[in-house]
């Protein structure tokens, strides 16, 4: 069964810092691109960030882009998303995304002061 569980999650103010991790089983994680996601309330479902199955190459939507990184870890099945300089506009749930297949349940990100 294949599972994609986000965690970290929360509630934080401006200017903060929040990582995500998305553990991913069921599948052969190592093989597969990995995207984190994004959807705020009334507005469509974004691209953030993508990492190559070996972590070599990275992209990131330029909203993110200098705030926010994407990285793995093969051997844990596990991919992050760590995310500095908040702001209001980066609230949203997140959702990473196992190639084209595979979706996780979402982690509530809120940023507020």
């Known amino acids: 069964q294949v599972q994609l569980v986000e965690s970290g999650g929360g509630s934080v103010q401006p200017g903060g810092s929040l990582r995500l991790s998305c553990a991913a089983s069921?599948?052969?994680?190592?093989?597969?691109?990995m995207r984190w996601y994004r959807q705020a309330p009334g507005k469509e479902r974004e691209l953030v960030a993508r990492i190559t199955s070996t972590g070599v190459a990275t992209y990131y939507a330029d909203s993110v882009k200098g705030r926010f990184t994407i990285s793995r870890d093969n051997g844990k099945n596990t991919v992050f998303l760590q995310m500095n300089s908040l702001k209001p506009e980066d609230t949203a749930v997140y959702y990473c995304?196992?190639?084209?297949?595979?979706w996780g349940q979402g982690a509530q990100v809120t940023v507020s002061s």
């Open positions: 069921g599948f052969s994680f190592r093989s597969y691109v």
């Open positions: 995304r196992g190639g084209d297949d595979y």
